[in-house]
């Protein structure tokens, strides 16, 4: 299946307080999320703001993605953000994470957790290597992990949870038998003494400025539709709850997000589908119910073009995995 994240376009940033510029053009692997190969530059031709990165997780059972980072010094990451939880772990060099406009410097064996919806950017000081390990928002609400609610320490350094990293790592990197049984387990283990003991209880940063109020609005309209997308919504329905004219909402959602409300709409209820149809509970035509789709012709056209196959061969999957109970 494929990964699906930002449009595929090249984009330009700077370091702060230095003159240079940095082409960072879009690569999709398998197993990693939208990665950034930064390319110097004397001159970049426009400036970047941020991006919003989509998942697509390949296994709807352990829906996480994780890749291992190396940068050269003076190089970073575009500014992105997203509503699944980022953790990563640096393991040599010196890096910096800039995330909603705090700054926190990481060495080897530090741990820096990116909550939900964070506009984040790496770079590096010197030669850099990290871990990047995403972690599915709805996993973590369906797990019991309040993942909207509360905010994590933005950098950690404890032994016990850096273990815990490690071993996840290990076990998707090597496969051993029942490596997604592991693997989840290990991942539900530490967050759950992420959150039990490293809550962060300062508030969140305040947003200023034109561009910020339109990212609150688009966050607004993205958690809205996390929370209402079974239910039959109009462009309207959407409007009235953030407060703003349909013409500057779609305009602004799609300058931010690089998708029309609808396109990220189908893209909702298709991941949340393919999680009920992997699971073997559902039909194609109740998963398409459940998600918001009126029309079963219509959810397999959108569904094949979202998540890469017909729902009927991810049911068939499902299905066949819930009787071998693999």
Not at 159 to 183: F, M, S
Not at 213 to 219: A, G, I, S
Request: overall charge positive; some cysteine; aromatic content about 10%.
């Amino acid at each position: 299946m494929k990964n699906e994240s930002c449009p595929l376009s090249a984009k330009s940033c700077s370091l702060p307080g230095e003159n240079r510029n940095f082409l960072a053009i879009p690569v999709l692997a398998p197993q990693k999320s939208c990665l950034w190969k930064v390319v110097s530059l004397s001159s970049a031709p426009y400036k970047y703001e941020y991006e919003y990165e989509y998942h697509t997780m390949r296994d709807a059972a352990l829906p996480i993605m994780y890749h291992e980072e190396r940068l050269p010094s003076g190089y970073g990451i575009l500014t992105n953000w997203h509503e699944n939880l980022e953790i990563l772990w640096f393991t040599k060099g010196l890096g910096r994470v800039i995330i909603d406009n705090v700054q926190v410097d990481a060495e080897p064996g530090d741990l820096v957790f990116i909550n939900s919806n964070c506009l984040h950017r790496i770079l590096s000081i010197e030669d850099v290597a990290y871990y990047c390990l995403i972690i599915d928002r709805s996993f973590c609400l369906r797990s019991g992990i309040p993942a909207e609610k509360v905010r994590i320490q933005p950098r950690i350094r404890d032994g016990i949870l850096r273990g815990n990293y490690k071993q996840i790592i290990r076990v998707l990197e090597e496969k051993p038998p029942y490596c997604e049984a592991e693997a989840q387990a290990n991942i539900l283990l530490l967050l759950a003494r992420l959150y039990r003991g490293f809550q962060d209880d300062a508030s969140e940063p305040e947003s200023v400025g034109h561009k910020h109020n339109q990212l609150t609005m688009v966050r607004s309209a993205i958690q809205f539709l996390n929370s209402s997308y079974q239910q039959s919504l109009t462009i309207d329905d959407i409007c009235r709850r953030v407060g703003s004219s349909k013409y500057h909402f779609c305009r602004v959602f799609r300058a931010v997000t690089g998708k029309t409300v609808v396109d990220y709409l189908n893209f909702l209820r298709c991941e949340r589908a393919q999680f009920l149809l992997s699971t073997g509970d559902c039909n194609v035509q109740e998963a398409a119910e459940r998600c918001g789709f009126c029309s079963g012709s219509y959810f397999s056209m959108v569904y094949k073009r979202q998540i890469g196959e017909a729902p009927s061969v991810t049911a068939k999957r499902g299905a066949s995995q819930a009787r071998t109970g693999s």
